[in-house]
């Protein structure tokens, strides 16, 4: 059984790999650090997330259009959006352990440890007092006030400091709150220093400086570049979005927690285009819209939050976070983003093109303002998995499953002969050939029926078809559901009907309309 979420995590992250979810990248050469590949589940799990995006955003509004632009652009674009200066990480190094890290995560995980212990302290309390006020507490108990005290002074600090790029003040934190390596415990730190995320590459067979170009860190930017383009050959009048799913690369400091820090990882990124002036009602609209998103697919509502930022980016006047309950904490998950006309001015001072729209409404040119919803896809396959990691006990075994929302599960129908002779297999492959052509099926015939269920209970495949001899007379087959374990006997003719009916995606989909 799963005794504490750090025992949850190394049970998910050894169960994606021993079921087929995600490998390390260049496993045989001991890995790639931070870079991994998505196995056979893995993709069509991946796939489904990202149809999941896909239909909500693009196919189900009017006003949203696709595009897919490459992951290298033109130097420029980088210095026009400010990655070239300003895409840093606060670094900080221990010099006893000689390990890295970001000196604004360690501050944030001193604060997150602070409100553990008022946590506590609460709970120890509610256990003594039967008729427990936890807000009288919080404002009376004196332990409680003074770790609040100290905790919003070194908040307070620590949000000037990320706000005026103060790095010594930022090492000074970590001194003044005898943070330690958090894997060594030494407090031997070195000076804080600006890291630049972008990984770089050469164009060409010349090598000399004006052939440095990027990896793209986030897919955003071949939206902006591709502005006009799009609007002038879909016709799309304001407000309207572009969507685009796409890789991106940062040369993250440190990687850690598997697929949830990655350097080469996913993106679903949507730019919505709007009145200046406009922005902050369609920021509070998309914030509405990608929470339900998140809710749909059953999500408990407790897992999921909305965390506004500390520091809001250099292009942005409002900023927050979708976090998700991760077993190693509430961290982002999506970012929404109301990105002011920044990078369409920039690009047009870059590049010397107005990029403005007539807005024949109002009879007015202007740049216009954008309001954008990012999601790592990778992130949301760990949050699904997390979510969905359970273990229980059946028959004094423990019976491992994922309980995958049934629209993103990799495989939808397995289909079973319950033994491996008297024509079971060749009518178990008759149902396999039809259903098929609709959904992601799995055929198998090796092995006790039980332990065929088993695996499939562990990679999360909601219903599964079994052929016995009874078909062979009265044509029905057991139809199998993942997490009640029920059997039912259904007609064969009735099979992709009832299979379909519970695997559609378009009925999430209509809740959110
Ligand atoms: P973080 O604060 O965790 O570094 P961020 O604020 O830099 O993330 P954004 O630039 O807003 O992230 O990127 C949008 C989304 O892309 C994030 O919400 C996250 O889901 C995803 N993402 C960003 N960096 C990574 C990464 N290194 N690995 C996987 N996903 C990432």
Partial sequence: ????????????????????????????????SAVYDYASYGVLLKNNIKEYWWKAMVQMHENIVGLDTAILMHPTTWKASGHVDAFNDPLIDNKDSKKRYRADNLIEDYLTKQE????KEIEKAKKRFADFDEEMF????????EIAEKKNVVYSRYVKALNDNNLEELKQIIIDCEIADPEAGSRNWTDVRQFNLMFSTKLGAVSDEADTIYLRPETAQGIFVNFLNVQKTTRQKIPFGIAQIGKAFRNEIVARQFIFRMREFEQMEMQ????????LNYYDHWKTTRMKWHLALGTDEKMLKFHDHDKVAHYANAAVDIEFNFPFGFKELEGIHSRTNFDLTQHSEFSGKKMQYFDSEINESYVPYVVETSIGCDRMFLAMLCNAYDEEIVNEDTR????????????????FPLLKKDGLPEKALEVFNELKFYHQCYYEEKDAIGKR???????????????DHQTLTDNTVTIRERDSMQQER?????????????????????TLA
């Avoid at 005794?3 to 490998?23: L, T």
């Avoid at 919505?272 to 922005?279: I, K």
């Avoid at 003719?493 to 378009?506: A, F, G, R, T, Y």
């Fill in 1 to 32: 059984m799963i005794a504490n979420d750090a025992e949850k995590f190394k049970k998910v992250i050894s169960h994606a790999k021993e079921y087929g979810f995600i490998f390390q990248s260049s496993e045989i050469y001991d890995g790639l």
């Fill in 116 to 119: 553990d212990k008022i946590n």
């Fill in 138 to 145: 919080r404002t009376t108990n004196a332990r409680v006030l």
């Fill in 272 to 279: 919505f285009f709007v009145r200046p002036g406009e922005e």
């Fill in 400 to 415: 491992t499953v994922l309980r995958l929302p049934v629209v993103l599960a990799p495989i939808k129908v397995a289909v």
């Fill in 453 to 467: 269920y088993r695996r499939q209970d562990a990679i999360g495949t909601p219903y599964c078809i079994t052929i």
């Fill in 490 to 510: 259904i007609n064969i003719e009735n099979v992709l009907k009832i299979v379909s009916d519970k695997v559609d995606m378009n009925k999430i989909l209509k």
